[in-house]
């Protein structure tokens, strides 16, 4: 027998199953899993009703909520597609994405809704703007969302025909060197690796999740499938701050959360972490960037956390590799820990050089991570070059540069065009950052390559310090030559306020050239 694998069924399952247990809280909004089901359908019907048909596209622009949360099932058992976009973009990327992604209905926390108003003229073909708040006026020329669905079928809606590789969201990267891609996510893509959450992050019923994770980014790296799926509990977070972190997690008995390196570094940094009362068992995964070895240890030795890593990309659902202690991998080798880690079930990984030929597993060989497996997604929306240039001779293209060792446990080095080519010699950024980080003084840092008349490039630090330390140029750059090889060490150091980051965490290294790059006709990334 042969059954469509379709995101619905998730939510299917739990509303049967749990219905009467907690499935969302959202401040003072609390749905049980029959609340949630109910205002799905509703949702659903309301959109059908309104003309929104299979196969289009529905955008979403708003910070976690749980209207986000019902959106991925309210338009996924219809055939519609849901488009999240990062609410924290520009007013021209947003009308960039809503334009190129063929939005005809618009979904908007009421927030953002009162300032995207200016978009209506600008996107003709979206014919159908709904605004979510739980209380509050309404949005001139904007429907509210309770009352758009208020007198519609609780009831499911008839069975969409979609197959499990038919489209079920368009999300756009994050635009760490580019203007956002649109990338394709099937049903089949999504329902494997909520299942690989499950298996290796151990989602269970149990578990009471707190999104300190965008939906957006992702579908909340399938959280929004795995969590609801086995019936367990989303405790949503509007913004991000370690204090109501800490509060939730005493509060609602959060077991669980996921989030970028910078979430996590706010988290251990959180001065009153000892006066809140946490008696449960937390476990947090990261991924996003490499997290520093000293995170991992901090967070498991001072606040008695689990800490898991996962390494993946918007175009493959997104989890490819797993890091945890296992047979390889020992409990308290922090080191290891921070590696990106082993396949996950179901994805076949190889670290290759340009000629596409296996490199040694001796953990020094550089190449560029390659991956194949039913979460990858199906290409870029409306871009089929840059679908060839990821996706050829059957394997997806990371444009991660790699070692592995004789386990096959991967560690990424940099970016394919981060890494900084000095004097012939080929520097990765995150060991020097790694080193940085070991500095007390140092909050956040990144290293790029900048132009050298003797070199071709040199590595220069962008360092934000820690509040009320000091310390200048030539004590970074003796550090690091106390812990890395002279030939990798930063030759200049420049001190900021903060680095520009995507939502999600990641460095926009791009940026950061741009100052010193701009008038040489030789240009990184």
């Not at 659903?44 to 955008?59: E, F, M, P, Q, T």
Request: net charge negative; hydrophobic share 40%; glycine share 8%.
């Amino acid at each position: 027998m042969e059954v469509p694998l379709l995101v619905d069924d998730f939510l299917r399952r739990s509303a049967q199953l749990y219905a009467g247990k907690l499935a969302v809280v959202d401040g003072n909004v609390r749905h049980t899993y029959a609340d949630l089901e109910r205002r799905v359908n509703q949702m659903s019907h309301a959109l059908l009703a309104a003309g929104i048909c299979k196969g289009d596209r529905v955008g979403i622009l708003s910070p976690n909520s749980h209207f986000f949360l019902e959106s991925f099932y309210a338009t996924s058992q219809i055939g519609a597609i849901l488009v999240p976009l990062n609410f924290r973009l520009q007013g021209s990327d947003i009308e960039y994405i809503l334009n190129h992604a063929g939005i005809v209905c618009m979904l908007a926390d009421r927030e953002l809704a009162e300032t995207s108003t200016s978009l209506h003229k600008s996107l003709p073909k979206v014919t159908l703007w709904i605004s979510a708040c739980d209380e509050g006026k309404k949005v001139e020329g904007w429907n509210d969302w309770d009352e758009f669905i208020k007198d519609r079928s609780t009831e499911r809606p008839p069975p969409s025909g979609c197959e499990e590789n038919d489209l079920v969201s368009i999300n756009y990267t994050s635009g760490t060197t580019a203007r956002p891609k649109g990338v394709m996510m099937t049903h089949r893509n999504c329902y494997l690796n909520a299942y690989n959450m499950m298996a290796h992050l151990e989602v269970r019923h149990e578990d009471i999740e707190i999104w300190t994770l965008p939906m957006f980014h992702c579908n909340g790296w399938g959280g929004v499938y795995s969590l609801t799926g086995v019936g367990g509990t989303h405790v949503v977070l509007r913004t991000v701050e370690a204090k109501t972190i800490f509060q939730l997690i005493e509060d609602e008995g959060v077991t669980f959360g996921c989030m970028a390196p910078t979430v996590l570094r706010m988290i251990l940094d959180y001065p009153d972490s000892n006066s809140h009362d946490i008696q449960q068992k937390v476990r947090f995964t990261v991924a996003g960037a490499p997290p520093p070895a000293a995170f991992i240890e901090r967070l498991e030795k001072e606040l008695g956390f689990d800490f898991i890593q996962i390494y993946g990309l918007t175009e493959t659902a997104p989890i490819l590799t797993v890091s945890r202690p296992d047979h390889t991998t020992e409990k308290d080798d922090w080191a290891r820990r921070a590696r990106a880690g082993v396949a996950a079930v179901g994805v076949e990984i190889q670290v290759v050089d340009d000629d596409g030929n296996l490199v040694p597993k001796d953990n020094e060989h550089v190449g560029e991570l390659r991956a194949r497996s039913n979460v990858v997604f199906k290409g870029y929306w409306k871009q089929p070059d840059q679908t060839a240039e990821a996706i050829r001779d059957g394997w997806f293209h990371t444009g991660d540069l790699a070692v592995w060792d004789e386990h096959a446990n991967v560690h990424i080095v940099d970016r394919k065009k981060d890494v900084i080519i000095s004097g012939g010699e080929n520097i990765s950024s995150p060991e020097i950052e790694d080193a940085l980080y070991q500095h007390p003084a140092v909050m956040e840092c990144a290293v790029i390559g900048v132009p050298s008349e003797k070199w071709g490039e040199t590595p220069l630090a962008i360092i934000v310090l820690r509040e009320g330390e000091a310390i200048d140029e030539a004590g970074i750059i003796a550090f690091c030559r106390e812990n890395l090889a002279h030939f990798k060490c930063p030759t200049k150091v420049k001190f900021v306020p903060e680095l520009p980051r995507t939502a999600t965490g990641k460095l926009q290294k791009f940026h950061l050239r741009d100052e010193f790059w701009k008038e040489s006709d030789r240009r990184i990334g």
